[in-house]
């Protein structure tokens, strides 16, 4: 999903992707309208893929649509790294470039030695054979026995030393949903600024810094990073997925507001239909301003163990449905999860009244009622997040 447009006066769009008609050109590119790089520094143990194409991974839903891009690291000791790069910047944006990229790390995501970092992305890179300055987003974890990050902008200049520009500690890790990473990167020899924003929250904010090598205007960047500082870790595969890319010339521009994101879910028997099918519509809060992916699931045991139903499309305005064939007597319970946010599950059952009974419903209407007004009252807030769709000029 491309974000509604945000006042960014001073950038114009020069690209944007949501990979739908993007094909692998070879195993180092894509077939995507811009230049770009997949780095594995190695022989084997890296790979890239288009999810939805060229690989189905069980459990990944892309951001919106049916394909993103896949990166993994399945050995160490043959590549350290796996990287997607938007190269010759120089000829795409000049020395100004804002991003915008989302990005997924599966639930279980982690480090496996303390003492070591994780590369995710670098917002500026620049080209051969120095490949210096540079700037990188490090997690790490300093105890792989708890579910604790840190994030770090580090930047490495000319001379070889490497600068830290920031760390957070205890930094909330968004796994197991896609989050969006925004950065922008005023590309100067002396007065160089890198911005980090990852869902509307501005993390970093470097001034007066270098930036660009005065022996090259060639640079890069990397939207999405897999680079493990270790060839002692065995344990396989790190992967990481992007999807719904933007690029612009300029710096674009962040509000945010204090709307709450949920999301409602009604479900209906049709006793006509054979076999007998259950009408299910929602609709999701705000409306997002584009299509959505949303994933149905559904149960039919206590245990309340769910499975996927279906993959849809939710309309701009964030309204969805589906006719599902129920595959059994008995009771089920359904719910919809769109970006990590789940619905209310309601109840149903065969037997053309709805399990529970008919209260079920009621029950479940009036828990997400009940939740989102809990959230108003309580401030929750949801960015709109940051984004490069800008003004064309």
């Known amino acids: 999903m491309f974000l509604p447009y945000l006042d960014a006066a001073s950038a114009a769009p020069v690209y944007r992707t949501g990979f739908e008609d993007v094909t692998k050109k070879d195993a180092n590119r894509l077939n995507m309208g811009i230049d770009n790089w997949f780095e594995f520094q190695g022989d084997g143990g890296a790979a890239m893929w288009v999810e939805g194409l060229d690989r189905k991974t069980p459990g990944i839903t892309c951001h919106s649509g049916s394909r993103c891009v896949g990166l993994e690291l399945t050995d160490v000791t043959k590549s350290k790294r796996s990287e997607f790069e938007i190269t010759n910047l120089e000829d795409l944006v000049g020395d100004e470039v804002s991003v915008s990229v989302w990005l997924y790390l599966s639930a279980d995501w982690q480090l496996h030695l303390s003492w070591n970092w994780y590369a995710i992305a670098d917002p500026f890179f620049t080209a051969g054979p120095s490949f210096r300055p540079y700037a990188a987003i ?189 595959p059994g007597n008995g009771v089920f319970m359904i719910r919809a999860d769109t970006q990590g946010v789940k619905s209310p599950a309601v109840s149903i059952g065969t037997s053309g009244v709805p399990g529970f009974p008919l209260e079920s419903l009621l029950v479940g209407s009036a828990l997400g009622l009940l939740l989102a007004i809990m959230r108003r009252r309580q401030g929750a807030s949801t960015p709109v997040l940051p984004s490069c769709r800008c003004r064309p000029v």
């Open 138 to 326: 490090h997690i790490r974890q300093p105890d792989i026995t708890k579910d604790i990050f840190n994030l770090e902008l580090n930047v490495r200049d000319t001379s070889n030393a490497l600068n830290n520009y920031g760390n957070i500690r205890n930094y909330p890790l968004p796994r197991g949903r896609w989050f969006n990473l925004q950065y922008y990167v005023y590309h100067h020899e002396t007065n160089g600024i890198v911005k980090v924003w990852i869902d509307g929250t501005l993390l970093f904010d470097v001034r007066n810094i270098s930036t660009k090598n005065p022996s090259t205007a060639e640079w890069f960047t990397t939207i999405a990073k897999i680079y493990y500082e270790s060839e002692l870790d065995s344990f396989s595969p790190y992967r990481i997925w992007a999807d719904d890319l933007e690029v612009c010339k300029g710096e674009a521009t962040s509000v945010t507001t204090t709307e709450t994101t949920s999301v409602s879910l009604n479900a209906r028997f049709d006793a006509s239909s054979s076999p007998p099918t259950v009408l299910i519509s929602g609709s999701i809060h705000p409306a997002p301003g584009g299509p959505v992916n949303v994933t149905l699931e559904f149960s039919n045991n206590q245990s309340g163990t769910y499975q996927e139903m279906a993959h849809i499309t939710s309309a701009a305005d964030g309204t969805f449905s589906y006719s599902w064939k129920v």
